[in-house]
T-cell receptor, first 121, second 106 residues
Framework: QMQLQESGPGLVKPSQTLSLTCTVS??????????WSWIRQHPGKGLEWIGY???????YYNPSLKSRGAISIDTSKDQFSLNLSSVTAADTAVYYC?????????????WGQGTLITVSS | IQMTQSPSSLSASVGDRVTITCRAS??????LNWYQEKPGKAPKLLIY???NLQSGVPSRFSGSGSGTDFTLTISSLQPEDLATYYC?????????FGQGTKVEIK
């Protein structure tokens, strides 16, 4: 059974860079046909897709991030990471990592439990 | 692509048939997924590609639609279906979610 687990600082100061890591276990991280993605949920709000990375390293980011996001992958550790620069209080949210099955369609079939990130001085 | 769900919330009794609607701002073929989010838990995939039931999901859940209009139906509402339901389009990036429909049990 595939499992994803987010890890991060919990609290980040405004203007700093938020760094999150997602560790994948219980499945083949290197199989084709999958992307690895980040999603966030602001307190009491809906879901916002942040972006994805393919095993090859190809990335796509939601333009709503205004070029502040960077997703990387470490295949040796079965991990992928999100760096979000110049954070503000508006980046306070629960951050989820997820696997995207990308065949004829794309859908998020495995999710991490989520980690709350608070941006505050 | 903007996704609009209706209603925003509903209250129904155990055993009721519940229908949630999702409308896309442009045609998305069948690139539409449904997720269930229970309080304090991560979202869970219910339906992918508009009408395909994810493995392990109870058969009382079903999805239909194509183009711009989609529905998620719970044929017989159960107490454990208390949750917020989201639709999502993956027809074009950026992938977007609906605002959610909160289902409460009377």
């Amino acid at each position: 059974q595939m499992q994803l687990q987010e890890s991060g600082p919990g609290l980040v100061k405004p203007s700093q860079t938020l760094s999150l890591t997602c560790t994948v276990s219980g499945g083949s991280f290197s199989r084709g046909g999958y992307y690895w993605s980040w999603i966030r949920q602001h307190p009491g709000k809906g879901l916002e897709w942040i972006g994805y990375i393919a095993y090859s390293g190809t990335t796509y980011y939601n333009p709503s991030l205004k070029s502040r996001g960077a997703i990387s992958i470490d295949t040796s550790k079965d991990q992928f990471s999100l760096n979000l620069s110049s954070v503000t209080a508006a980046d306070t949210a629960v951050y989820y990592c997820a696997r995207v099955r990308a065949t004829t369609s794309a859908y998020f079939d495995y999710w991490g439990q989520g980690t709350l990130i608070t941006v505050s001085s | 692509i903007q996704m609009t769900q209706s209603p925003s919330s509903l209250s129904a009794s155990v055993g009721d048939r519940v229908t949630i609607t999702c409308r896309a701002s442009q045609s998305i073929s069948n690139y539409l997924n449904w997720y269930q989010e229970k309080p304090g838990k991560a979202p869970k995939l219910l339906i992918y590609a508009a009408s395909n039931l994810q493995s392990g999901v109870p058969s009382r859940f079903s999805g239909s639609g194509s183009g711009t209009d989609f529905t998620l139906t719970i044929s017989s509402l159960q107490p454990e279906d208390l949750a917020t339901y989201y639709c999502q389009q993956t027809y074009s990036t950026p992938w977007t979610f609906g605002q959610g429909t909160k289902v409460e049990i009377k």
